[in-house]
């Protein structure tokens, strides 16, 4: 293919007439995108880093840049394989793959070889030789064995395993120049912290007012009524990696020296914790559904956020689920707005499972005091990252102002629960 520069949107017509037509197809594709690229989204291939670091506020056009710029590898690089990591299953299918911005639809389908797009193992082949894999981040272990010229972090904020990105960078060896690219929007998580002050990182900052042009005009109007001058507008919109809160019970320094990325196999016990949304229509609150479990020392082990906004049907259906999935001891509830509703629901689904109600007659911060000093005693340990329940930890002040706290709820029930030995009495007052 004509290797043109980056900041050419044009190509010599002597030389593009050469070129056979695949690479004619390539070449055009290329074009198209430098020229409606900003700048800040164009990776210069430069020896000085080794990592390009995208740190961007939601719908700056993170996943774009990274879908083309492995595409772009791709093209002007024959018989190279590139890898792509996202979250889990379902973002690697929909949003990296076969999202507006993912590679099926920025690919023109003439450049795929005989194999083409293999959905189910997640690999794009293109006529050149050249090939993108794609993994899960929630499965590190199969990031052995595998080696890239090139590859591509979404996301990687919200990854619930760091041992995920260390396997991807030792695979990371082939080539004379090989790069890892990385779009997310910040957490103050360690891996981004560090990353951003390593010496061979470049880091690229945006907000999402930076692709107003490409966003709805009522979104941007509900995005500023709405997260305008908030702490949360300021992470996910305007992409500042935020340090804690003045007054908050919880903080992110606490929960990253003590996050493990396994637990105990002999846990003495585990339960389900929920703490059900009074409403079940798309503007409701999240019901909160944590699992966590207690070792014999008294150490506490958050294995599972199921946190979602969906009817009760749903919700206690998922809550068996990781019932069942994690051996647990018991589902607990709070019956404050659901009554016995609750558990005429978990009995319609199951009779025999182990049930606690608990009703809460105190204040959540009152609740929430004593498993915030287990988090300073370096007792509760998170099994991987929880990025929602993070955040809802990390902005609890008690103070009126917290809007969403489920998640933070089900877990202060789930840890409250666990230490009162397993014993079936269980209320707060």
């Known amino acids: 293919m004509y290797q043109m520069k980056k900041n050419d949107s044009r190509v010599c017509s002597n030389h593009f007439d050469k070129l056979n037509p695949l690479n004619q197809i390539a070449t055009n594709l290329l074009i198209d995108w430098y020229d409606k690229a900003r700048p800040t989204q164009l990776v210069e291939d430069t020896n000085e880093f080794n990592i390009h670091l995208f740190l961007a506020g939601r719908g700056w056009g993170k996943t774009l840049t990274g879908a083309y710029d492995i595409v772009e590898y791709c093209l002007r690089n024959d018989n190279v394989v590139c890898g792509v990591v996202a979250p889990t299953y379902g973002d690697l299918k929909r949003v990296v793959f076969a999202g507006d911005s993912g590679f099926i639809n920025i690919i023109d389908k003439r450049l795929l070889s005989n194999i083409g797009y293999n959905k189910s193992d997640n690999e794009i082949h293109f006529y050149n030789g050249s090939k993108i894999i794609g993994f899960p981040a929630i499965e590190p272990d199969r990031l052995r064995g595998v080696q890239f010229h090139r590859v591509w972090c979404d996301e990687l904020a919200s990854w619930r ?13 082939l ?7 990385i779009t997310t929007t910040p957490r103050p998580t360690k891996i981004i912290k560090t990353l951003a002050k390593r010496s061979d990182t470049k880091l690229i900052t945006g907000s999402t007012f930076e692709n107003i042009d490409n ?38 320094k606490n929960i990253e020296e003590n996050r493990l990325t396994n637990y105990p196999i002999d846990l003495q016990r585990i339960v ?11 503007n409701s609150d999240e019901t909160g559904m944590i699992v966590a479990g207690r070792d014999i020392n008294n150490h506490y082990y958050i294995l599972h956020d199921g946190s979602q906004v969906s009817s009760p049907d749903v919700w206690v259906k998922k809550a068996i689920s990781l019932y069942k ?5 018991r589902i607990v509830a709070e019956v404050n707005n659901g009554g016995d509703l609750i558990e005429r629901l978990l009995r319609t689904q199951n009779q025999s499972i182990p049930y606690t109600s608990v009703r809460a007659s105190r204040g959540k911060i009152v609740r929430a005091e004593p498993i915030s000093a287990l988090y300073e005693q370096n007792r509760i340990h998170h099994v991987g990252v929880f990025k929602d329940l993070e955040e809802q930890m ?4 008690g103070n009126g102002v917290q809007y969403h706290d489920d998640r933070v709820d089900a877990l202060v029930w789930a840890i409250t629960s666990l230490q009162n030995s397993g014993q079936a009495i269980f209320k707060i007052s």
Request: aromatic share 10%; charged share 25%.
């Open 215 to 252: 966003l709805a005009e009522s979104s941007i109007q509900m995005l500023k009524e709405r997260y305008e001058g908030t702490r949360m507008g300021r992470q996910e919109l305007y992409a500042e990696i935020l340090e804690d809160i003045e007054g908050a019970l919880f903080n992110y």
């Open 394 to 397: 990390c902005q609890f002040t």
């Open 161 to 173: 395993y760091t041992e995920t990105f260390d396997n991807l960078m030792m695979a990371l060896r």
């Open 175 to 181: 080539g004379q120049n090989p790069k890892c690219i």
């Open 325 to 329: 999935q994690y051996e647990c001891d």
């Open 272 to 282: 389900v914790a929920i703490d059900p949304a009074v409403t079940s229509n798309e």
